[in-house]
């Protein structure tokens, strides 16, 4: 629904402090200016400080620049890391070296694994390993690991469908396991995609759908609609979205999924109803920033906006954020701007107020209020 945001500067921003993403920017305008050795310093001087996105970053620049004994000496006493690990993985593929990564990751996987840093990663090691593994052409040992280590059911679902493997697939979505169905159903979907076997993957992801597989159900309307089959995308839908208990991540996007395409096929007045329907039928969740979205998207922006502005008038930061989102992508900056008064620090908020000001050519106070915000906190504190 809103416009992607702006192009990040073109010219390097200032390396010493500056936090992690605008550091990215400073390395990849280095990059993108042909100037590697200075990005290479800048990565390693950040990298240096703690800075593991930086420390990414310069194992993929100096294995694109040929130096791999170098970037394997960098790694090697990071790997408990498993973000470090991860990029040992992507920057030692294709350089003849996934021997000697393999017997580094067992070396993690035995010592590193068990710190907590390492459970809340999703890229484990064993995931990690069987990725290289398949890598050399080990599919079986790569398929053997992701089956008895961590129950890595997607993993293996995806290694499965890969390499076409469909006895092993259907298999690993047998039984009454839920979430194993769901995913490993998802795989063989990808699977029969790609080998154009079309019907047969609609076929799976409408048994998938009438299981209540809420992210089967958006991905087959998805399909259904982009092959012209509106009615029927929205049928698969409905259900969905009047779930009484609504699969996190999942319902919303297909709340507004539904509403787009109710918007396509007969105007505000169809989707507007059709909200007022899941309301009294005792939707579990919240649905006045959907209705506000439909305004927007149907030309009645200023019914969008005065209610926006009531609500955030009251204290709802959240009708603040969406307000300042909608007047963004109606380019009406300058009242974005006074929605986004300074003084507050959230990463949000500074974000959207440094969309705001890039777009009015405002480099520099971007950049500023970027470096005022709080830092986005993943996970439990540093140092566990």
């Given at each position: ?20 993403e ?20 800048t ?6 400080t ?34 470090l ?22 070396e993690?996987?035995?010592a ?7 459970r ?21 040992e ?36 839920g979430?194993?169905?769901r ?10 995609l ?49 779930a ?29 109803a059709?909200?007022?329907?899941l309301?009294?039928?005792?939707v ?101």
């Amino acid at each position: 629904m809103y416009p992607a945001p702006p192009k990040s500067p073109s010219r390097p921003l200032p390396a010493d402090g500056v936090p992690g993403e605008a550091a990215k920017l400073s390395v990849d305008a280095l990059v993108a200016g042909g100037d590697v050795e200075a990005a290479i310093a800048t990565a390693r001087r950040h990298a240096d400080t703690g800075d593991r996105n930086a420390a990414h970053r310069l194992a993929q620049l100096l294995a694109g620049a040929g130096r791999v004994d170098e970037m394997f000496a960098f790694l090697r006493p990071r790997l408990t890391d498993p973000r470090l690990a991860e990029a040992l993985v992507e920057a030692s593929a294709g350089h003849g070296r996934d021997d000697e990564v393999v017997a580094l990751l067992r070396e993690v996987i035995a010592a590193g694994e068990h710190l907590p840093s390492w459970r809340r990663e999703p890229n484990n090691g064993t995931w990690l390993l069987s990725q290289v593994l398949e890598r050399q052409g080990r599919v079986d040992e790569a398929a053997a690991l992701l089956a008895v280590s961590f129950n890595d059911v997607t993993g293996l679902a995806e290694l499965l469908a890969r390499h076409g493997r469909e006895a092993e697939l259907v298999a690993l979505g047998a039984g009454d396991d839920g979430e194993r169905r769901r995913i490993a159903g998802a795989s063989l979907v990808d699977m029969l995609l790609a080998a154009e076997r079309t019907d047969e993957a609609i076929g799976v992801l409408r048994r998938l759908a009438a299981e209540g597989d809420q992210g089967a159900a958006c991905r087959l309307a998805r399909w259904l609609a982009e092959h012209a089959r509106v009615d029927e995308a929205i049928d698969a839908l409905l259900p969905v979205a009047a779930a009484i208990e609504p699969y996190p991540g999942d319902v919303h996007g297909a709340v507004w999924q539904l509403m787009e395409l109710l918007i396509g096929r007969g105007g505000a007045g169809d989707a507007l109803a059709c909200l007022d329907e899941l309301v009294a039928g005792g939707v579990g969740f919240d649905l006045r920033y959907h209705r506000l979205d439909v305004l927007f998207a149907c030309g009645r922006a200023d019914e969008a906006f005065a209610e926006l502005h009531r609500l955030a008038a009251a204290g709802d930061q959240h009708a603040e954020s969406s307000l300042a989102r909608m007047l963004i992508a109606a380019g009406r900056l300058e009242e974005a701007e006074s929605v986004l008064q300074p003084g507050r620090s959230d990463h949000l908020h500074g974000e959207l107020l440094a969309e705001v000001l890039i777009r009015q050519g405002r480099v520099d106070e971007a950049i500023t209020v970027l470096h005022a915000r709080e830092p986005l906190v993943w996970g439990a504190a540093a140092g566990e």
